[in-house]
């Protein structure tokens, strides 16, 4: 059974820094590009970071650039996000999604975790 556990969510304050990590099993994702989006309550899933096979190609949404850094370890078929200058507008479910394309897109992605909760309070 494929399953991508994400943790390391939790509640911070504006300016504090998180990492999540999402652990995949049930296959390897070697090849897979890897990403992360939210969703904040009463919005649309959003794009938040992908990041390719090799880890040799990343892209991320607009309001995180800067802040936000995706990395990946393939031993450990593990992906990360690391979330820096947090602010409330962060606040959101974060899950972590896995597809063979390299893609920005929500519809894009076969593989989904169950998503852990960011909460950034001013």
């Known amino acids: 059974q494929v399953q991508l556990v994400e943790s390391g969510g939790g509640l911070v304050q504006a300016g504090d820094s998180l990492r999540l990590s999402c652990a995949a099993s049930?296959?390897?994702?070697?090849?897979?590009?890897m990403g992360w989006f939210r969703q904040a309550p009463g919005k649309e899933r959003e794009f938040v970071a992908v990041?390719?096979?090799?880890?040799?190609?990343?892209y991320y949404t607009e309001s995180v650039k800067g802040r936000f850094t995706i990395s990946r370890d393939t031993a450990k078929n593990t992906v990360y996000l690391q979330m820096n200058s947090l602010k409330p507008e962060d606040t959101a479910v974060y899950y972590c999604?896995?597809?063979?394309?390299?893609?920005?897109?929500?519809?894009?992605?076969?593989?989904w975790g169950q998503g852990t909760q960011v909460t950034v309070s001013s």
């Open positions: 049930g296959r390897t994702f070697s090849s897979d590009s």
């Open positions: 999604a896995a597809d063979r394309e390299y893609s920005t897109a929500t519809s894009a992605f076969d593989y």
């Open positions: 990041i390719n096979w090799s880890g040799g190609r990343t």
